[in-house]
């Protein structure tokens, strides 16, 4: 017998669309307790078009104006944060005093303080919670932490990371407003480093341990946007473009790269492993492969036969690969959605006695220590340590 999950999710944009999605899909997909109803859906009352637009094409029971109406609601299980990243504290923590389980966008938080709060805040309720690092998901990348927990990669050595995208370019395109309010420092917290970099890594770290300190660089291209809301031409404090190096606890190092103002890129997120025992490389443009290089056998140490080395490209649809089971028959891809909808069957099981769900917040606490140390390696131009 089905429980019913009465989700209110706040934001109506973007995220809110792939979020509502999954929780239609996951259940037509996996066998879980757990039904997910979507009862409400808030935004801004300078959205009541948009957002009546939004219930009606994904089935939304209600709608609210006001995200504390919303958080107060009893017929309320869950609050989805699908907001900018200014909001995602204060919303957060009402939720969780309120005691509904949270699922918030990344990057979790501005900085390290409101993230620590937040933290708190579920832990000391007690509430059910992740963080939408949706990538883990891609059964490509899931793949890769498979073979590298079966040994197959050995002693780590090199990690790199890139994350690309080119719609920033054009000096013309305004800062602020509901669809580019990820230029705004003030409503965004950072630039690339929060928005692309926070996923690479969480995955960089979900792959290969916690990095132990980094050194970086910051560069903004255009200095000054017209504000879309304001029409007033203010400089841009947001960073274009960040590329730092990193010193993994496990002893290996690590590049990694971010722009948007690769012309041509669209959403190019890499990374590859270099191990004693072999590699890996996966392109997020092509997601549906994982490329594997195999040297040695792991449980022997022994070197494979010289005419069988070289790169494989594995082709993760077969039912024996993460996730696949549950979709299309071997040969067929699934896509950026279906991140989102694995993410939630993940979540979903582990409200029913299944693995506990990761990313939680203070996973995600983890990637925006990171952040905010790249960011400050940056303005000072030094080496900085993380915790342990």
Not at 116 to 137: D, I, L, P
Request: charged letters at 25%.
């Amino acid at each position: 017998m089905s429980k019913d999950l009465r989700v209110g999710i706040i934001g109506c944009g973007f995220m809110g669309r792939a979020h509502s999605n999954a929780y239609l899909q996951v259940g037509h997909f996996f066998q879980r307790e757990h039904k997910p109803v979507l009862k409400a859906c808030c935004a801004r009352l300078e959205e009541k078009d948009k957002l009546e637009k939004f219930a009606a094409a994904w089935g939304y029971e209600s709608m609210e104006l006001d995200w504390k109406k919303l958080v107060a609601r009893p017929d309320i299980d869950l609050i989805d944060v699908c907001v900018p990243n200014v909001l995602h504290h204060d919303i957060v923590i009402a939720a969780a005093e309120a005691g509904k389980m949270v699922v918030c966008e990344k990057p979790l938080a501005m900085n390290v303080q409101e993230a620590e709060e937040m933290v708190a805040a579920v832990e000391k309720a007690g509430v059910a919670n992740m963080v939408s690092f949706n990538y883990r998901r891609v059964p490509a990348i899931a793949l890769a932490r498979q073979i590298i927990d079966e040994g197959r990669v050995g002693r780590p050595f090199h990690y790199r990371a890139l994350y690309n995208q080119d719609y920033t370019i054009s000096a013309d395109v305004p800062q602020g407003g509901m669809a580019l309010w990820r230029l705004d420092a003030r409503v965004a917290g950072s630039g690339v480093t929060g928005d692309l970099l926070a996923h690479s890594i969480d995955t960089a770290e979900w792959l290969n341990g916690p990095i132990q300190k980094v050194v970086a660089h910051t560069e903004t291209f255009v200095k000054q946007r017209k504000h879309a809301e304001s029409g007033k031409v203010e400089p841009v404090t947001i960073d274009d473009a960040c590329m730092f190096l990193a010193i993994f606890a496990n002893g290996s190092c690590g590049t990694f790269e971010s722009t948007r103002y690769a012309r041509g890129r669209k959403n190019f997120s890499t990374f590859e492993l270099n191990g004693e025992n072999g590699s890996v490389y996966f392109d997020l443009e092509d997601p549906h492969i994982l490329q594997y290089f195999r040297y040695a056998d792991p449980t022997t140490g022994r070197k494979i036969e010289d005419h069988l080395t070289g790169w494989q490209r594995i082709h993760v649809t077969n039912f024996e690969h993460p996730y696949m089971k549950n979709w299309w028959v071997p040969g067929c891809t699934i896509g950026y959605e279906h991140t989102f909808t694995n993410s939630f069957a993940d979540f979903l099981s582990s409200l029913e006695g299944g693995p506990a769900f990761q990313p939680t917040m203070r996973t995600a606490l983890r990637t925006q220590k990171v952040c905010d140390a790249v960011l400050a390696s940056a303005k000072r131009g030094q080496w900085v340590e993380l915790p342990a």
